[in-house]
């Protein structure tokens, strides 16, 4: 046991290396703040930033590894710089575990130079990605040998570490798109898979189920042109009563709740008729059910010419459409002067002239 800074670390091998650290960093790099029967909290404080680092270290220590809490602020943490060393931090504690051995100093070994990248993109406004990635990967191989050394030797896992389900590469969960069946997918085999489904029109699908798009639109590595089309292309795979432009060189899928109360193509910016899909006319459309049902009921009738609907309150069979159309309320057919009823033919003697029912016109147009 070792006291540092009125802290008792009871951890030799920890409170060594906190001097050790201090020794080479400077003075408050590494401070205990709390120590208990199962565990030591230190605080990390590196040169070339204005926050702390809170790591939880077992007293089993080195043989588990420290586990990142956060950082001494909560506005620093609102940063996604901020959030994102973490992770690095986390990453760089697991790829350089040795069972046996202490390793704080090899992870701030391997943690500086990500810092001074970052340091050096803040300088010019640039940004590098690909490049974080690999360095991300190489430490993620590393952190493979280590999993394998800790189940070997001590029944556990390393954690936050996953395996692609399509490459098996190694790689650390913020890294990739993690699904709830606990399958992950990296990057890139996530970008070739969704790349995929445009030629084989088929939806990319793990343990039976679809991927989140949320987690393609964050680690699929889409383009904003690409991607837009991708989500278009689910709403129509997924949709039960897609709706097409009917007008020649257009044909699109439209989203009906992007219409509203415009029945215009977002595309070609001609008129639709949303109730049957076909090209905007006149009028009622015939081919809303819900409407179709209300005719039915009240017995009204469309115009054979403009396709207005007319309900008859009093009066003959006899129709005048604002049209100026005249057809036969009972029938539907245009009267001129007589229309297809023949209710008015000489019926043969004997036979009682008889109600014809005519059912509703074709409603199909």
Avoid at 243 to 268: H, M, Q
Wanted: proline share 5%; net charge negative.
């Amino acid at each position: 046991m070792m006291n540092i800074m009125e802290i008792t670390v009871q951890n030799a091998a920890l409170a060594e290396e906190i001097v050790v650290l201090n020794a080479i960093y400077g003075d408050h790099t590494m401070t205990a703040t709390f120590s208990d029967n199962h565990h030591t909290t230190i605080a990390l404080k590196m040169p070339c930033l204005t926050y702390s680092f809170f790591l939880q270290v077992p007293h089993e220590y080195p043989c588990a590894i420290p586990r990142i809490v956060g950082v001494d602020s909560l506005i620093e943490y609102t940063k996604p710089r901020v959030r994102q060393n973490l992770f690095y931090l986390r990453a760089c504690l697991s790829a350089v575990y040795q069972p046996d051995t202490v390793y704080l100093f090899d992870a701030l070994d391997e943690f500086a130079p990500l810092l001074e990248m970052q340091s050096q993109q803040d300088k010019y406004s640039t940004t590098s990605r690909p490049q974080n990635e690999r360095i991300l990967q190489r430490l993620a191989d590393r952190a493979r040998i280590t999993r394998a050394q800790m189940a070997e030797k001590y029944k556990a896992e390393t954690p936050d570490l996953v395996d692609c389900s399509v490459c098996f590469e190694a790689f650390f969960k913020f890294q990739t798109a993690n699904l709830e069946c606990g399958h992950s997918y990296c990057r890139e085999c996530l970008h070739e898979g969704v790349k995929g489904m445009f030629q084989s029109k088929s939806e990319f699908r793990c343990c039976g189920k679809g991927l989140p798009l949320n987690l393609i639109r964050e680690y699929g590595d889409l383009d904003e042109d690409l991607l837009r089309h991708f989500s278009s292309w689910l709403r129509e795979l997924h949709c039960p009563n897609p709706l097409y432009c009917p007008w020649e060189g257009c044909f699109a899928f439209i989203v009906r709740s992007f219409l509203g109360n415009d029945t215009k193509c977002p595309f070609c910016k001609r008129q639709v008729c949303v109730a049957c899909g076909g090209k905007y006319h006149q009028g009622l459309c015939k081919s809303d059910k819900k409407l179709t049902a209300i005719i039915v009921k009240n017995r009204w009738k469309f115009c054979p010419m403009c396709a207005s609907l007319v309900e008859r309150s009093s009066g003959c069979n006899h129709m005048t459409c604002l049209c100026g159309a005249d057809f036969c309320y009972r029938c539907g057919s245009p009267y001129m002067n007589s229309c297809g009823c023949k209710i008015f033919e000489e019926l043969p003697q004997g036979d009682e002239e008889e109600e014809i029912l005519v059912e509703p016109a074709d409603l199909g147009g």
